[in-house]
């Protein structure tokens, strides 16, 4: 299993002015899975891809992806190694067309225009918005805006695709269609989903690793953590309680 | 009908035509003023690169321009330099020096950065008034005709002169329009737009950055170098703190972000503190009034309006 990871955290640990918001926190994430990573408030979800995507550094432990070790590395150069990262608040150029936005993401990798307008055009389609290409991007509605931001993770083709509370503020239809989308990039590209929406996970989720103050709490496939008696005291019994 | 990039580039082409046609029939009086403005207007092309399009607000880049004024300058006055070794000199001496303090200042951010830019500025400043012995500080010092001839043609030369100003301004208009428009240009705005998601799209912001302040930087001591050639002025007041503020003013009034915007921004101050300064001598109080309106009206500059409700293609 270890050989096929796409993403392995071995140990992590961060600290903030001597708080321990993550201790000790170890997963893989196999090539092709689309993992959910789910948790209460202040599991330190968003703290965990902050690390595996290098917007914070850890304290202690190791990130290793697509085969390097890059815990040190900055942000940028693990995108450029293929990570897609999408931010938990809406981040877009709000002053650029939609196209541009895209098209941003999509040059890096992409030498000739025509080829990043091909990118550009497959990216928006995918998720919905062709019509937009020419708005400006802060004109769009936020649940729109967050579609464009998975459009623009999907432009740069990652091998992984870290999508931060996608579906936050989405409507019922918006979020069928995004179901539909990672039930459509299954296997193409591996996921990693950050998701309140228990039915998002229930549905679209291979596997799911549960956090809890900062810990691994559970892993299994949907089924088994819906089932765990550990996970409904933890979460699903607690206030958030829907399931 | 034309394609917006068309239009783009036929309207600084505009620009450009309308300059070099101007000389044939401005009176000698003004003749002289545009000289003057379209070399600092390129000062405040090179500003622009790093105000208006990555989104850095340097309060230190009369730094640079003293760098090229200087370093032609003394080139010529102490080791007795040819024109066109001056130039590179004075270009190169800029080029080094953004380097270094760019280096420095991009570990800052925001205050920060003005605060360190500011500082390294009033160091060039200080640095100009401790060596007197050779730049003869606050007084300056002034280079001779003879001295200043390119290719057999005197730069002081009224004609030789405008058409010099002209050239340095043709280089300067069409490189930011080149650079704006090309995928590095479309970075920097993304950086200027939002600097947390181009980084997390995979671009290395800080490289971005440090490059635009070399070309920054290296524009503006071009701007102060040929100033030196073309005017024959060398004085400290070019690298005191007015000097980093002016062009910042030129490119808020003319448009920040605009290709055009420093020429406007520049010939509009120019023109306001010369004319109001003939009907009053308490001509900085119109600037300031009209500066005050400027901002409350016009927020985005001259050009930046003009684009946003009429000329949307404008680079």
Redesign the interface.
């Known amino acids: 299993m270890a050989v096929l990871s796409l993403l392995s955290a071995q140990g992590l640990s961060i600290k903030f002015n001597g708080l321990s918001a993550l201790s000790d926190v170890s997963f893989d994430v196999p090539k092709g899975q689309v993992r959910a990573l789910i948790g209460p408030n202040g599991a330190g979800k968003t703290t965990l891809v902050g690390l595996l ?1 290098g ?1 914070l550094l850890p304290s202690s432990g190791t990130v290793h992806f697509d085969g390097q070790n890059v815990t040190n590395w ?4 693990r ?2 190694q293929g990570m897609g ?1 999408t ?1 938990q608040i809406t ?6 067309r939609v196209h ?1 936005n895209v ?3 999509a ?2 990798h992409q030498m000739r225009d025509t080829l990043v307008n091909e990118v550009v055009e497959w990216a928006l389609d995918r998720v919905g918005l062709a019509e937009y290409v020419n708005d400006i991007a802060g004109d769009l509605s936020y649940g729109h805006q967050r579609l464009l931001e998975i459009a ?1 993770g999907l432009a ?1 083709q990652p091998k992984l695709l870290i999508l931060d509370e996608p579906t936050q503020g989405l409507t019922e239809s918006d979020i069928e269609a995004f179901k539909a989308l990672i039930d459509d990039l299954r296997g193409e590209v591996t996921v990693l989903l950050i998701e309140h929406n228990m039915d998002v996970v229930m549905q679209v989720a291979d596997f799911v690793t549960v956090l809890e103050s900062g810990q691994v709490l559970f892993e299994g496939v949907p089924s088994d953590v819906k089932a765990s008696a550990l996970v409904r005291a933890a979460y699903l019994g607690g206030a958030n309680a829907k399931a | 009908m034309m394609s917006d990039s068309k239009k783009d580039c036929f309207a600084h082409g505009g620009v450009l035509l309308f300059l070099f046609a101007l000389q044939f029939f401005l009176p000698a009086y003004h003749h002289g003023n545009m000289a003057r403005i379209m070399v600092l207007a390129s000062y405040a092309i090179g500003y622009n690169l790093i105000f208006g399009y990555t989104g850095l607000l340097s309060l230190g880049h009369a730094i640079f321009f003293a760098a090229g004024l200087y370093g032609s300058g003394l080139a010529i006055s102490q080791f007795g330099f040819s024109v066109g070794v001056a130039l590179v000199i004075g270009v190169t001496a800029g080029c080094v020096l953004s380097a270094v303090i760019g280096a420095l200042a991009l570990r800052t951010e925001g205050v920060a950065f003005m605060i360190v830019t500011l500082m390294f500025a009033q160091a060039g400043y200080l640095t100009v008034l401790y060596f007197g012995e050779y730049t003869r500080g606050d007084e300056g010092f002034v280079l001779a005709h003879a001295d200043r001839v390119l290719w057999g043609v005197s730069l002081s030369d009224q004609t030789s002169r405008y058409f010099s100003a002209f050239s340095l301004f043709c280089v300067s208009l069409i490189m930011c329009l080149a650079l704006v428009r090309s995928r590095f240009g479309k970075v920097l705005i993304a950086i200027r737009e939002n600097e947390e998601r181009t980084q997390m799209l995979g671009y290395n912001v800080v490289w971005y950055k440090f490059c635009t302040i070399i070309l920054s930087g290296s524009i503006s001591a071009l701007a102060g170098a040929t100033y030196a050639l073309l005017f024959g002025y060398v004085g400290a007041s070019f690298a005191s703190v007015e000097y980093s503020i002016y062009p910042l003013l030129w490119v808020l009034l003319g448009g920040a972000g605009t290709v055009i915007g420093p020429l406007v921004g520049m010939i509009f101050m120019f023109y306001l503190i010369d004319l109001s300064s003939g009907v009053t001598t308490a001509y900085m109080l119109v600037a300031g009034l009209v500066l005050v309106f400027l901002a409350v009206f016009a927020p985005q500059g001259v050009m930046g309006e003009v684009r946003s409700r009429m000329w949307k293609w404008l680079s």
């Open positions: 995507s917007r900055p942000s940028h150069k995108i450029v990262y931010f981040s877009i150029f709000e002053t650029l541009e098209a941003l993401a040059r890096r623009m740069q």
